[in-house]
């Protein structure tokens, strides 16, 4: 409980320490008359014209400032998330008289890195019942070539925890703008819950063998169909050092597909995004995997955002026929899915099916949320759950409480820390 | 036979190296501090002292807020042993819709203060006259020595928080942009030798 204090603190500290930038510049007293985004051979006036060099939820944040009272401060933090998402190597801005008196123009302008060199902490999240899980990475960008190389420990995404290194290999642009690569390659340790052993040796047919160590290996090229339909191609291969005194190794190689479709809609004073994606996994015995299974998912994210107000609903399913390794069996339980119910209580051994919808409400950094699952084996009666919670989020940091709406003894789950 | 007396002729070839040099020693010369004691406190002004200037000044017109800041330093004998140091802080901004260089500034505070339609020289003298350092324990007759720093507070670096987590470049880290800095010299002092001015107050 002392980590969830300092939390809140830390949070607390975040969301109340104002820019002191905009008190003190004489320019603050002018009115946005437009915002100007310049690069190496293009210029866009926010204004009036669209650009695809840029994020919608960018696009956005920098739209919304015309019409408003200047913010240098924000001028900061908007150049910031332009650098990070156009890997430049600087993002200057500049303020300059607008073609009506006392309106001013934002200019912004962009310089492409030759080679960046980053630190980047990815997740680092505190959970009451599963404990700490983090995942950070140092990367070296040179044009579109990025690698990089991280450390991970991670108690919250599958139904065991896993510690070990990360390394990526993306080139951005393979040949033309369609085309990107990506090679990843982990090696884990993984520790086991006593309630996911005492499952194990309770029904030993469940679910296939607990291992010691994993390694897995996934080249992935994705290709440009149309331009908000990607689809992902490729293959991945894991290692299993089963557990026991007569440790094996075991395979489980597969290739992978998924399609990901993604529109948004701006409207006079609210924007609307759709976000849909379906995955196929299928392991066979061609690929010489000892595991034979076939995995298929689809999930739908719709938000719809007007000022301070977010709304998103957010569902999922999956199935798995066949043998699949406990890694690739479905949790719900955990900072995602389900939030507030505890996945080593309710599926200790992770599940074959599984179907998820979660319903989010934002107001500035307040929400509240209601989610509602099920996870079953094929044997198993479907049993639907239902959590709510309520919590803080700012930029990527999230303070949240979530309650399992059940009878009996409820425990509410703490979760904080950042989550992106 | 003698050589013949060329008295204050000097040759094509020293005025070349003096034209050469001179850019070395930017405006040293000029910049010579004057120091007054108002009963309390240590001022310092100078008529060739300007510190908007440079790649601050460039900041400045493109509608960033420069934090400057001037330190006062008294030593105990020649720069070696500092006894006694002052800070302040200045955000300064140019309008852009001013009417010719128009800048404002304000100290953070508390108090903050503020001066807004200054010129450029005007900016740099608010500032200046705002400079103090508290005489108390000083000798009239006692030696001292007092140093200005003047500098430009570099851009901050980029937001480490993105939508993936938090992410830091580390190239970016470091090499942060070079302090703009100036150093003025004034030496050896005595209370009782400086311009006595009326009270402005009392400093720290």
């Known amino acids: ?420 | 036979m003698a050589e013949p007396f060329r008295g204050l002729q000097i040759s094509r070839r020293r005025w070349l190296l003096a034209g050469l040099a001179t850019p070395l020693f930017p405006a040293r010369a000029a910049d010579s501090l004057i120091v007054t004691f108002d009963g309390d406190n240590l001022h310092v002004s100078s008529l060739g002292l300007h510190f908007l200037q440079g790649k601050s000044l460039n900041r400045l017109k493109e509608g960033s807020t420069v934090e400057y800041v001037a330190a006062i330093a008294l030593f105990r004998d020649q720069f070696a042993t500092q006894f006694k140091r002052s800070e302040a802080h200045f955000l300064v901004s140019y309008d852009v819709w001013g009417t010719g260089d128009v800048f404002e500034v304000s100290t953070p505070g508390p108090p903050s203060r503020r001066a807004m339609n200054l010129s450029q020289s005007a900016t740099e003298t608010w500032c200046l006259e705002s400079v103090r350092i508290a005489a108390s324990g000083i000798g009239p007759d006692r030696q001292f020595w007092l140093q200005l720093d003047l500098r430009a507070v570099p851009p901050k670096l980029s937001s480490v928080l993105g939508d993936s987590g938090i992410n830091v470049n580390v190239i970016e880290v470091f090499t942060p942009g070079a302090d703009e800095r100036q150093t003025f010299k004034a030496g050896p002092l005595r209370l009782a030798d400086l311009v006595r001015t009326p009270p402005r107050g009392r400093a720290g």
Request: neutral net charge; proline residues 4%.
């Open chain 1, 1 to 420: 409980m002392k980590h969830a204090w300092l939390g809140c603190l830390f949070l607390g500290s975040l969301l109340f320490a104002g820019p002191q930038d905009s008190d003190s510049n004489v320019n603050a007293r002018y009115t946005v008359e437009t915002v100007i985004v310049s690069g190496k051979g293009w210029t866009t006036n926010l204004r009036s014209q669209t650009t695809d060099k840029i994020s919608i939820g960018l696009r956005q944040k920098l739209t919304a400032i015309i019409g408003q009272k200047l913010n240098p401060a924000a001028l900061d933090t908007l150049a910031g998330n332009l650098k990070k998402e156009l890997s430049a190597r600087e993002v200057t801005h500049r303020i300059v008289r607008g073609e009506t008196p006392e309106q001013v123009r934002v200019e912004f302008e962009v310089r492409p890195a030759r080679a960046s060199l980053g630190m980047n902490v990815n997740q680092f999240l505190y959970d009451s019942q599963q404990g700490w899980s983090g995942s950070g990475e140092a990367d070296v960008t040179v044009q579109q070539h990025t690698f990089a190389l991280g450390l991970l420990s991670n108690g919250d995404w599958l139904p065991e925890r896993d510690s070990g290194i990360t390394a990526r290999y993306e080139d951005k642009h393979l040949g033309t703008d369609r085309l990107s690569f990506r090679f990843d390659a982990d090696s884990f340790h993984t520790q086991w819950n006593q309630t996911t052993v005492a499952a194990m040796a309770a029904h030993p047919g469940e679910a296939p063998g607990l291992y010691r160590a994993r390694q897995q290996f996934q080249p992935t090229a994705t290709v440009v169909l149309a331009k908000p339909l990607t689809l992902t191609v490729g293959a991945r291969v894991e290692r299993f050092e089963d557990e026991g005194p007569a440790a094996g190794t075991e395979g489980a190689n597969a290739v992978i597909t998924t399609l990901r479709y993604h529109s948004s809609v701006e409207g006079l004073g609210y924007q609307q995004d759709l976000d849909a994606d379906c995955s196929l996994r299928t392991a066979t015995k061609v690929l010489n995997s000892d595991y034979v299974y076939s995995m298929r998912s689809a999930g739908v994210r719709y938000q719809f955002r007007s000022g301070k107000h977010t709304v998103t609903d957010n569902a999922w399913a999956g199935f798995i026929s066949g043998r699949a390794p406990l890694s690739d069996r479905f949790v719900l339980g955990n900072s995602y899915y389900l939030r507030g119910w505890n996945k080593n209580e309710i599926d200790p051994l992770g599940g074959n099916r599984a179907i998820h919808n979660s319903v989010e409400y934002h107001y500035g950094p307040f929400q509240a949320f209601y989610d509602m699952g099920a996870i079953w084996d094929e044997s198993q009666p479907i049993v639907a759950r239902h959590s709510v919670g309520l919590g803080v989020r700012e930029s990527v940091f999230s303070l949240a409480v979530a309650i399992p709406m059940r009878s009996g003894h409820v425990e509410p789950i703490f979760m904080m820390g950042i989550l992106p």
